[in-house]
C-alpha cells in the first residue's frame, strides 16, 4: 500500500509508488521555474501623486470626456451577454476608421496579448531578429517563449539600421520585429527600407508594431493584403488614451486574420465595457485627433528647446515621446525630477548611447516645468 504524503512532508524523503512521479515532476517544475526567474522583469513604476512622464499615455486628452464616455458606454451595455455584437460593431468601426477590411482585423486584450500568441505561433526553437533599443518588453516574452531573438544597433548618430547587418541576421530568421515609429528612440524608419525588408523576406513573418503611428508619417495598413507576410499592431492604449481600458488589435491578410481570429485567439478575448468604450471614441475622433495634433506641436517645442542644451542629446522624434541621452548629467537630471514628483522612463546605460530617458509629451503645463527643470541642469 502506498504511503501518503502527509502536510508539510518534505520531497527529500523516500517515496513511494506515484511519488517518484510527483518528484520528477517537480523536478522538472523548479527547473523551469529558476529559468524564468533568470528572465529581466519589465518594470512599472508606481508612485502616486507624480505627473507620469514614462508610460506614453495620453495624457492632453481630457480626463472628463473619457470618463463621461465610459459612463455612457456602461449603460448602453448588458454584462450578462458575451459581447458578441459589440465585437462586429467595433471590428465596424475600425475597418471605417483605418479604411481596411473588418476581415483583416482581430481584436485583442492590448496589443500585448497578440504578440503573445504570435510568439506562440513562431514556437520554441525559432528565430526572430529586431533591434536594439527597441519595446523591451517583446525581447522578454521571446525569452518566456524559447525563441531565439536576435538583434542589431542601432546607429546612434540618428537611430537608423544598417540594413546590410540587419538582413545578414534576417534571412536566417523566422520572424521579423520592428517598432514604427520605434520605442524608445521614437524615430520611424524610411519606408523603402521597411518594404524592402518585405519584399526580401518573403518566408518570415514581418511583424510591425504601430503602437505610435498616429503620431507619425506613415502607416502600413494599406499593403497587408499585398503582403501576406505582414502583420501590424496597433492599440487603444496610446492615442486614443485608453491605456485603461485594454484594447489592441492585429491587422493581416484576410486569410491569416480569419485562421487567427477562428483558431488560435481566445474567445471573448477583449470584455465588453471596453469595446463599448472604443466604438464610443471611434464614432467621434475629433477630440482625439485634435490631442495627436497639440501633442505633435508640444513635442517639436520641445525638442527645439531641450535641444539647445549641450549637456544633453535629444533625438527627433515621430512618436509621442522624446528620447535622450544624459550622459554625465543622468544621475542629477532623475534627481531634479524627482524632487518635482516627476516620473520618466529611466533607461539606464544603453549599448553606445550611454545613459539615457525616454520622456513622455505631457501637457503644455508638464512640458513648461521640463524645460524649466533641464535648463537648471549644472
Known amino acids: 500500500m502506498c504511503k501518503r504524503i502527509g502536510v508539510g512532508r518534505r520531497i527529500t524523503e523516500p517515496l513511494l ?8 515532476l517537480t ?3 523548479v527547473r523551469e521555474i529558476k529559468k524564468i526567474s533568470m528572465i529581466e522583469k519589465y518594470a512599472i513604476p508606481s508612485r502616486n501623486n507624480y505627473s507620469k512622464l514614462d508610460a506614453n499615455e495620453n495624457l492632453v486628452l481630457d480626463k472628463d470626456i473619457l470618463t463621461k464616455i465610459s459612463i ?3 449603460k448602453k451595455i448588458d454584462l450578462r451577454k458575451y459581447p458578441i455584437e459589440l465585437s462586429e460593431e467595433v471590428y465596424k468601426k475600425i475597418s471605417s476608421y483605418l479604411m481596411v477590411s473588418k476581415k483583416s482585423l482581430v481584436l485583442g486584450s492590448g496589443s500585448d496579448q497578440i504578440i503573445e500568441l504570435l510568439l506562440t505561433i513562431i514556437g520554441k526553437g525559432r ?9 523591451s518588453y517583446f525581447k522578454t516574452r521571446c525569452q ?3 525563441v531565439g531573438f536576435s538583434e542589431i544597433l542601432l546607429s546612434t548618430v540618428d537611430n537608423s539600421i544598417n540594413m546590410e547587418k540587419f538582413m545578414e541576421k534576417a534571412r536566417k530568421s523566422h520572424a521579423i520585429y520592428l517598432c514604427s515609429p520605434n520605442n524608445p528612440t521614437g524615430n520611424q524608419f524610411d519606408k523603402s527600407q521597411v518594404l524592402d525588408i518585405l519584399n526580401s523576406l518573403e518566408n518570415s513573418l514581418v511583424i510591425i508594431d504601430e503602437a505610435y503611428v498616429e503620431f507619425a508619417k506613415y502607416s502600413l495598413t494599406k499593403y497587408v493584403q499585398e503582403y501576406s507576410n505582414l502583420v501590424i499592431l496597433r492599440t487603444f492604449s496610446k492615442a486614443m488614451g485608453l491605456a485603461g481600458a485594454r484594447i489592441g488589435y492585429m491587422i493581416a491578410n484576410e486569410e491569416l486574420a480569419d485562421l487567427f481570429k477562428n483558431k488560435i485567439q481566445l474567445p471573448y478575448a477583449v470584455n465588453s465595457i471596453s469595446i463599448a468604450i472604443a466604438i464610443s471614441v471611434l464614432a467621434n475622433p475629433k477630440k482625439m485627433e485634435k490631442s495627436i495634433s497639440l501633442i505633435k506641436d508640444e513635442r517639436e517645442r520641445l525638442y527645439r528647446n531641450l535641444s539647445k542644451i549641450k549637456k544633453i542629446k535629444v533625438y527627433k522624434s515621430d512618436a509621442n515621446f522624446l528620447f535622450i541621452k544624459c550622459n554625465e548629467k543622468y544621475k542629477g537630471i532623475l534627481e531634479a525630477l524627482e524632487d518635482s514628483k516627476i516620473i520618466v522612463k529611466a533607461l539606464g546605460n544603453i549599448r553606445n548611447y550611454g545613459n539615457c530617458i525616454r520622456l513622455t509629451i505631457g ?3 508638464m512640458n513648461d516645468k521640463i524645460l524649466s527643470i533641464f535648463n537648471n541642469i549644472q
Open 17 to 24: 509508488c506515484g511519488e517518484r512521479e510527483v518528484q520528477r
Open 27 to 29: 523536478d522538472w517544475l
Open 72 to 74: 455612457d458606454s456602461l
Open 127 to 135: 528565430r526572430l531578429t529586431s533591434i536594439y533599443p527597441t519595446f
Open 144 to 146: 518566456l517563449h524559447k
Open 363 to 365: 501637457t503644455k503645463r
